[in-house]
């Protein structure tokens, strides 16, 4: 019987109808979604398959495959979607691990929705509550710990007691994590907060059971070191191609039909900090779609973002993956870009790195011309900027809609999205206060 349970509310453990994007639509408030579209294209419920889940959230993944290459047994850890929990906690159950991403609707997309919708609880939230319903009187019942980490986790400081939490895990899971679970297991008092270390990335290990809509790191961190981010307070680190594959290539094998690289900017990838290596790039994508062709997969291969001044200077990476996924106007690429404001002042005081190599005073110019190289290679992306930045003047929300104004001028084909600014846990802007 295992001993460690994963799990994660229905707003993440679920495929999306096999489309990622429509995760987005959980960032809602629940009075606005009716349940037939949440529970039936939005985040349909996974179903066990020999008692075990057929697939989870990549986080989740990642955690398993730390716990087994800290010497734990498959049989000792099991990932358990939401819906199966009380069927599968018992009293052998000594720990219930929690991914959580945005459990208090307080994440960017989802608090920009709730404004400009009218409030309310957002789906994410309202699953986390139904969620932690259940693992409080389980845990009444069984007595096990529970811990709890993930990208949203910095939303339960202090939430603690409320919903019976034994630790909030922050950071990265490799390393610390299976110490904290042993040390539960022996008897050991814990840490009520942990920050977990980062990990070289040759103590990473594969994931062994298959990730949702085929979803692969290729980096992780980012070295530019924007104030409101959070991942940029990781250290960068490119996974290596040999790791990548065999987690891209069992899922295939597993029967998921799908390949997505999550990244915080696919053109940093071999990079020696913002220094870019055109040649390994090439070679990710290479092996990449050599390996999807061998699964008779043919979709072009995605990947989560980019960012306009690495697309300037790797321009011969760009219009190589353009194709070598034999991209054109019908067959395109969608990936997030980081507009963030059109005011200088803003780009040097909060996301200084972002325009590197070029000077915050050129940002305009950066916007522009990348925008212009990306669509030439048939990449419409979704552009977000930022609303709120605390010393924000009139002055700087005009250059941002000049800026917008004039890419429309220039025949930009994409998509623009404004968020709020949060505070993000962790974040360089959250800790100045």
Not at 46 to 53: F, G, I, S
Not at 101 to 119: E, I, K, N, Q
Not at 231 to 250: A, D
Request: charged share 20%; proline share 8%.
């Amino acid at each position: 019987m295992p001993k460690i349970i994963l799990t994660s509310d229905q707003a993440t453990f679920t495929d999306f109808s096999g489309s990622d994007a429509l995760g987005f639509g959980l960032c809602l408030p629940y009075r606005l979604v009716p349940a037939f579209v949440q529970y039936k294209v939005l985040s349909p419920p996974v179903q066990l398959v020999d008692d075990r889940a057929p697939f989870a959230p990549y986080s989740l993944c990642k955690v398993e495959a730390a716990l087994l290459a800290s010497g734990f047994k498959r049989d000792d850890v099991l990932i358990v979607p939401p819906n199966y929990l009380s069927n599968v906690i018992d009293k052998d159950v000594a720990v219930v691990g929690i991914h959580v991403l945005d459990p208090m609707g307080l994440a960017p997309v989802s608090w920009t929705l709730r404004v400009l919708t009218g409030g309310g609880v957002t789906c994410t939230r309202y699953e986390f509550e139904r969620l932690m319903k259940t693992i409080k009187n389980l845990k009444k019942k069984y007595g096990f710990k529970l811990v709890v980490g993930g990208p949203g986790v910095w939303q339960l400081r202090g939430l603690e007691d409320k919903y019976g939490i034994d630790v909030i895990f922050e950071g990265e899971a490799e390393l610390t994590f299976p110490k904290i679970v042993k040390d539960i297991l022996e008897g050991k008092e814990v840490p009520r907060h942990v920050w977990g270390e980062s990990p070289p990335p040759s103590l990473i290990p594969p994931i062994v059971t298959p990730s949702r809509n085929g979803i692969v790191q290729v980096t992780r961190g980012c070295p530019r070191r924007c104030r409101f981010c959070s991942p940029t307070m990781f250290n960068f680190r490119s996974i290596p191609l040999e790791t990548i594959l065999k987690e891209i290539e069992f899922n295939l094998r597993s029967g998921i039909r799908a390949i997505g690289l999550t990244t915080e900017d696919i053109l940093l990838y071999g990079a020696n900090g913002l220094n870019l290596n055109v040649d390994a790039i090439k070679k990710l994508f290479d092996n990449v779609i050599r390996l999807a062709r061998k699964y008779q997969v043919t979709d072009p291969i995605g990947f989560s973002h980019v960012t306009l001044s690495s697309a300037l200077v790797a321009k011969e990476a760009v219009e190589y993956i353009s194709e070598v996924n034999e991209l054109s106007n019908n067959r395109p690429l969608f990936p997030q870009v980081g507009l963030e404001s059109g005011s200088p002042r803003i780009v040097a005081k909060y996301f200084g790195g972002k325009p590197y190599p070029w000077k915050p005073s050129e940002w305009w110019d950066v916007v522009i011309n990348g925008s212009k190289l990306l669509n030439n290679n048939y990449w419409y992306p979704c552009y977000t900027y930022i609303i709120g930045f605390p010393d924000s003047t009139p002055n700087d929300y005009i250059l941002t809609i000049e800026l917008i104004d004039r890419l429309r001028e220039e025949g930009f084909k994409g998509w623009t999205f404004p968020l709020i600014l949060v505070p993000i846990g962790g974040t360089l802007i959250e800790r100045s206060g």
